[in-house]
T-cell receptor, first 116, second 113 residues
Framework: DQQVKQNSPSLSVQEGRISILNCDYT??????FLWYKKYPAEGPTFLIS?????DKNEDGRFTVFLNKSAKHLSLHIVPSQPGDSAVYFCAASARGSNFGNEKLTFGTGTRLTIIP | NAGVTQTPKFQVLKTGQSMTLQCAQD?????MSWYRQDPGMGLRLIHYSVGAGITDQGEVPNGYNVSRSTTEDFPLRLLSAAPSQTSVYFCASSYRRPDYGYTFGSGTRLTVV
């Protein structure tokens, strides 16, 4: 049962334009959402997070939007740059009864290619 | 350099062999975890720890064992390797804050033949 879904395996965007990566979730107990970026042969790196009490969080070129009623979040990258070409994972955590909400459930990833 | 160090980077095992994947962090993070990445499956949690002496199972724990005797180290043991354990393994650490992203190691690519 995939609780975090990234339905687009790949996305190509022209350099300088906006990249929009989407993520859907099914578990209504998720209360934090994060985006990670991964280059080949490297570990994922953290990009940005958002709490379920917010609907938007911005960090430089990266903005994450959360629509709780639709159980949907998206990552916007503006403007897109060649170095943004990578696999992007969304992840979510739910407050657990014992250990808090550090455990992350990841989506399957979207490969973003920026076309020069 | 501060971060998460994983060794080895590559390993080939024969079915039935055992081995330990090493993970060490120098950021004094309380939380450490092991994930495996398989094509089309994303990252799946194997085991995690919220501090020395405290571990728990994740989504796919079968065939793996962990212990955490110090804050810095969190080794993952494969008890009897199977071809289904062929994967890329990532260790991650974090402070115990939900908005604080994990720091991942660079991964161990394991092939079981």
């Amino acid at each position: 049962d995939q609780q975090v879904k990234q339905n687009s395996p790949s996305l190509s965007v022209q350099e300088g334009r906006i990249s929009i990566l989407n993520c859907d979730y099914t578990n209504s107990m998720f209360d934090y959402f994060l985006w990670y970026k991964k280059y080949p042969a490297e570990g994922p790196t953290f990009l940005i997070s958002i709490s379920s009490i917010k609907d938007k969080n911005e960090d430089g070129r990266f903005t994450v939007f959360l629509n709780k009623s639709a159980k949907h979040l998206s990552l916007h990258i503006v403007p897109s740059q060649p170095g943004d070409s990578a696999v992007y994972f969304c992840a979510a955590s739910a407050r657990g009864s014992n250990f808090g909400n550090e455990k992350l459930t990841f989506g399957t990833g979207t490969r973003l290619t920026i076309i020069p | 350099n501060a971060g998460v160090t994983q060794t080895p980077k590559f390993q080939v095992l024969k079915t039935g062999q055992s081995m330990t994947l090493q993970c060490a962090q120098d950021m004094n993070h309380e939380y450490m975890s092991w994930y495996r990445q398989d094509p089309g499956m994303g990252l799946r949690l194997i085991h995690y720890s919220v501090g020395a002496g405290i571990t728990d199972q994740g989504e796919v724990p079968n065939g793996y064992n962990v212990s955490r005797s110090t804050t810095e180290d969190f080794p993952l043991r494969l008890l009897s390797a199977a071809p289904s354990q062929t994967s890329v393994y990532f260790c991650a650490s974090s402070y115990r804050r939900p908005d604080y992203g994990y720091t991942f190691g660079s991964g161990t690519r394991l092939t079981v033949v």
